[in-house]
């Protein structure tokens, strides 16, 4: 008996091992697929992602490739960069390497030397300060004017152009403008700053810093575009607005200046020039347009149906002969706005179609105290979008407003639509 009873005392503690052994086994096993994700995740997280950004102004793409090797970040960035595609010939890229976070290049010397990213490029520059780097036109602004016409005089705008052939660079580098009319007449200065767009491409557009109450502002500002051929350079033109920065309205535009590069010779180098800046009265020898609105008025539910129908004879907004319009409609009641809509952006034309439709509930009973207003802007991307034209419905309106206006609170339920001459804005 005592054999039997040791064989049973073995065969039960087998279990007992097997169950220990299992238990490590499990542990271990955890333990090791645990590692595994780790070192994946970190292997992971090592990694370079494929496009990095570090800041973005409306309107302007910020390509990854053109970043310097203190703002990669990874082991690989730097093969990255001797290994990247070529940019396409047609495509415009702006350097906006020296920027700040709040989209502002830093201060630096007038007698600089070349801009960030083209250190290898070794154009004929000509001496900044010299007569050589004039062109003929630019010797007009030493010229003495009569007080009539200095009563009329904006400004002068001072900038060079330069083009790098083994980049397919061109450079715009906005030096300063002098002679600034004041726009604010209680502190007698402007807080001026100057937008460029190179033309027909309208959607290429930069702008510089503003600078506070000056007028003789120092901008010194470098815009670089990649990848246009020097062949095209002559089919090309530059507009430069200068504004004056408003902080409680729209900007005040003091006027602009156009530079066709037909006939200009870049390739001996940095050509200095200067234009005078005129004032910006296209649109007022063109009128503002017109708008064609249909409004019912539906006095069982108190709602007003508005439809945005057409617009045409559309002012041009810039030199480029093309608007990209869209309209703005809001609702006022007792003088204050209580709802707003606007429709989709048409581009590039300036007889757009739109036919959308807005419905309103109105707060009170009728109409008397309920106007709307239509405001057709032009889309500027990067900037605030500029009024074209304004009309207001209601009836304290004048003209076809009233009289439109009028009807349909005579006529309610039915969709009355007219066509309506647009105001300044």
Known sequence: MAPITASREEFGEIPTVVGIFSAFGLVFTVSLFAWICCQRRSSKSNKTPPYKFVHVLKGVDIYPEN???????????????????????????????????????????????????????????????????????????????????KQEKLGTLFFS?????ERKAFMVNIREARGLPAMDEQSMTSDPYI???????????????VLRKSLDPAFDETFTFYGIPYTQMQELSLHFTVLSFDRFSRDDIIGEVFIPLSGIELSNGKILMNREITKRNSRKSSGRGELLISLCYQSTTNTLTVVVLKARHLPKSDVSGLSDPYVKVNLYHAKKRISKKKTHVKKCTPNAVFNELFVFDIPCEGLEEISVEFLVLDSERGSRNEVIGRLVLGAAAEGTGGEHWKEICDFPRRQIAKWHVLSDG
């Open 161 to 165: 152009l330069e083009y790098n052939f």
């Open 67 to 149: 970043l310097n090797s203190k703002k990669k970040f990874g082991g690989d960035d730097k093969q990255e960069v001797k290994n990247k595609a070529a940019v396409p010939k047609n495509s415009l890229r702006l350097d906006l390497e020296q920027r700040d976070l709040n989209g502002n290049f830093p201060k630096t010397n007038l007698n600089a030397g070349s801009p960030s990213g083209l250190e290898n490029a070794t154009p004929k520059v000509f001496p900044e300060g010299g007569k050589e780097g004039l062109s003929p036109d630019s010797l007009k602004s030493n010229v003495s004017l009569t007080s009539e016409e």
């Open 195 to 209: 937008k460029m767009t190179i033309l027909p491409e309208k959607k290429h557009k930069v702008k510089t810093r």
